[in-house]
């Protein structure tokens, strides 16, 4: 009888609980506050200002291919840290790991971004010329290469994202549906389908999870293969290099938990999600981060060592070209950013067991990823001969004018405002997926003291 009753108990604790969960992370959804939407507006406003970069840009033309590598290296930015970033929360998913529930939303909203990629990639397929006549990856084969490739490619990318995101809410968006007045109860109705939370569904939800999240990160690399070959590499004359899109894929996984990190962070400080985001999220991505920035050494070095010893004229004009010359700057800073500093700091287990010091390890990345596709992109498009076997001369630095800076800071502008306005329809926190950590989780006594217990959920 005693066990029974306290059984009982425990399930009516366990009920409450989620309750409470479901009652606050919904609740968020029905008020925003006036703090909220300033940065909406001004985000807004800077992202109409990008898009009017853009049009000063088309107006110009696309011949001149050097003046929109500010454009293109704005692009590869989007898609490197924030289309990365919903690789987190499928990695992490995978492995069954309990700590990561909380962060998955949070890595899982930055697909909405996709179709602001998409958008402005299709401006980028009338930048670079034809493959015939030129060293490409395509031997001018197939029929549509590399433009309808490429662009299936990003597209795919975005649509496995938005499919793998709404999957993942879908269960929220019912819950709101059905919990959450308001004027967007009609959309949330109509996204929710029929969703009821029987079994069967909860089994297809699974299973759609593995498909969708194996698919994008299959599309992920895929597209950063020929994004980064076709605009990049085959830019520049005598730049044969096996190793270069697998760097560019791996600054996408790095910025990927880093952008993961920051909003974390902001969530947590500013968003007030701080009863959800402890220092166990920061602590498991700064791991995952820290391992990534050794690798970013272990990739670049692997590549310029190939280069430098090899000692061919052509050779080192592309080292000259992309490291230490016009663009030694920008590439200083990437080596920074995106090794020394986070490594330096991550290295210490009193940092990582922290929330400032993996956020503040993020964004030091996340500086070195935007200056690191400054340096390959726009020094791809400032070369004029793109046909010759090698690189004679090496370009002068191109130096952006006002309507580069729009582009750069309205678009990344309108990639977080894309993020903000998604929180209004989908929490940034997993409802069901923090709740279903209750059933996984028991306080039991060990010798004097209560630990936690955690099950796997298979």
């Given at each position: 009888m005693?066990?029974?009753?306290?059984?009982?108990a425990s399930a009516l604790s366990l009920l409450e609980e989620q309750q409470g969960i479901t009652r606050d992370l919904l609740g968020r959804l029905a008020h925003a506050g006036p703090r909220f939407w300033l940065v909406v507006t001004v985000l807004g406003i800077l992202f109409i200002v990008g898009i009017v970069g853009?049009?000063?840009?088309?107006q110009g033309g696309l011949a001149d291919r050097a003046k929109w590598g500010y454009y293109a290296a704005t692009f590869a930015f989007l898609l490197t840290a924030f289309q990365g970033a919903?690789?987190?929360?499928?990695?992490?998913?995978?492995?069954?790991?309990?700590?990561?529930?909380?962060?998955?939303?949070?890595?899982?909203l930055f697909a909405v971004v996709g179709v602001l990629s998409s958008v402005l990639f299709l401006i980028?397929?009338?930048?670079?010329?034809?493959v015939q006549g030129r060293r490409t990856l395509w031997f001018e084969w197939p029929v549509g290469a590399p433009y309808l490739f490429d662009s299936l490619?990003?597209?795919?990318?975005?649509?496995?994202?938005?499919?793998?995101?709404?999957?993942?809410?879908l269960p929220d968006i019912a819950a709101a549906r059905d919990r959450v007045p308001g004027g967007r109860k009609g959309?949330?109705?109509?996204?929710?389908?029929?969703?009821?939370?029987?079994?069967?569904?909860?089994?297809?939800q699974k299973v759609a999870l593995g498909v969708l999240g194996g698919f994008y990160l299959m599309f992920f690399v895929f597209t950063h293969l020929l994004v980064s070959v076709d605009y990049v590499m085959a830019l520049v004359p005598g730049w044969k290099d096996n190793i270069f899109p697998a760097f560019h894929a791996l600054v996408g996984l790095q910025s990927g938990v880093a952008i993961t990190l920051?909003?974390?962070?902001?969530?947590?400080?500013?968003?007030?999600?701080?009863k959800y985001i402890d220092m166990e999220q920061f602590w498991g991505l700064s791991k995952l981060l820290l391992a990534l920035s050794l690798l970013w050494f272990y990739f670049q070095w692997s590549a310029f060592i190939t280069f430098w010893y090899g000692k061919q004229p052509g050779e080192q004009s592309v080292l000259t070209f992309l490291m230490f010359g016009p663009y030694a700057g920008l590439y200083l800073t990437a080596f920074l950013c995106g090794f020394l500093l986070p490594f330096l700091l991550l290295i210490w287990n009193v940092v990582r067991r922290s929330t400032v010091g993996p956020f503040l390890a993020g964004c030091i990345v996340l500086v070195g990823a935007f200056a690191d596709r400054l340096r390959l992109y726009v020094a791809a498009f400032s070369v004029e001969d793109i046909k010759l076997h090698a690189l004679e001369t090496v370009p002068a630095t191109h130096l952006p004018d006002s309507a580069d800076l729009m582009i750069m800071i309205g678009m990344v502008a309108g990639a977080i405002l894309m993020y903000l306005l998604a929180t209004r329809i989908v929490p940034p926190v997993s409802v069901w997926?923090?709740?279903?950590?209750?059933?996984?989780?028991?306080?039991?006594?060990f010798m004097k003291t209560r630990v936690v217990v955690l099950a796997k959920p298979e």
């Amino acid at each position: 009888m005693h066990e029974t009753a306290a059984t009982k108990a425990s399930a009516l604790s366990l009920l409450e609980e989620q309750q409470g969960i479901t009652r606050d992370l919904l609740g968020r959804l029905a008020h925003a506050g006036p703090r909220f939407w300033l940065v909406v507006t001004v985000l807004g406003i800077l992202f109409i200002v990008g898009i009017v970069g853009v049009v000063l840009r088309l107006q110009g033309g696309l011949a001149d291919r050097a003046k929109w590598g500010y454009y293109a290296a704005t692009f590869a930015f989007l898609l490197t840290a924030f289309q990365g970033a919903p690789i987190v929360s499928l990695a992490t998913r995978m492995v069954k790991g309990h700590w990561r529930r909380p962060l998955a939303r949070a890595s899982e909203l930055f697909a909405v971004v996709g179709v602001l990629s998409s958008v402005l990639f299709l401006i980028m397929l009338n930048i670079i010329p034809p493959v015939q006549g030129r060293r490409t990856l395509w031997f001018e084969w197939p029929v549509g290469a590399p433009y309808l490739f490429d662009s299936l490619a990003v597209i795919f990318l975005a649509v496995c994202g938005l499919g793998l995101l709404y999957t993942a809410a879908l269960p929220d968006i019912a819950a709101a549906r059905d919990r959450v007045p308001g004027g967007r109860k009609g959309l949330w109705t109509a996204l929710a389908l029929d969703w009821q939370g029987t079994p069967e569904q909860w089994r297809l939800q699974k299973v759609a999870l593995g498909v969708l999240g194996g698919f994008y990160l299959m599309f992920f690399v895929f597209t950063h293969l020929l994004v980064s070959v076709d605009y990049v590499m085959a830019l520049v004359p005598g730049w044969k290099d096996n190793i270069f899109p697998a760097f560019h894929a791996l600054v996408g996984l790095q910025s990927g938990v880093a952008i993961t990190l920051v909003a974390l962070g902001l969530l947590r400080w500013v968003g007030g999600y701080k009863k959800y985001i402890d220092m166990e999220q920061f602590w498991g991505l700064s791991k995952l981060l820290l391992a990534l920035s050794l690798l970013w050494f272990y990739f670049q070095w692997s590549a310029f060592i190939t280069f430098w010893y090899g000692k061919q004229p052509g050779e080192q004009s592309v080292l000259t070209f992309l490291m230490f010359g016009p663009y030694a700057g920008l590439y200083l800073t990437a080596f920074l950013c995106g090794f020394l500093l986070p490594f330096l700091l991550l290295i210490w287990n009193v940092v990582r067991r922290s929330t400032v010091g993996p956020f503040l390890a993020g964004c030091i990345v996340l500086v070195g990823a935007f200056a690191d596709r400054l340096r390959l992109y726009v020094a791809a498009f400032s070369v004029e001969d793109i046909k010759l076997h090698a690189l004679e001369t090496v370009p002068a630095t191109h130096l952006p004018d006002s309507a580069d800076l729009m582009i750069m800071i309205g678009m990344v502008a309108g990639a977080i405002l894309m993020y903000l306005l998604a929180t209004r329809i989908v929490p940034p926190v997993s409802v069901w997926e923090v709740k279903e950590m209750l059933h996984y989780r028991v306080v039991r006594m060990f010798m004097k003291t209560r630990v936690v217990v955690l099950a796997k959920p298979e």
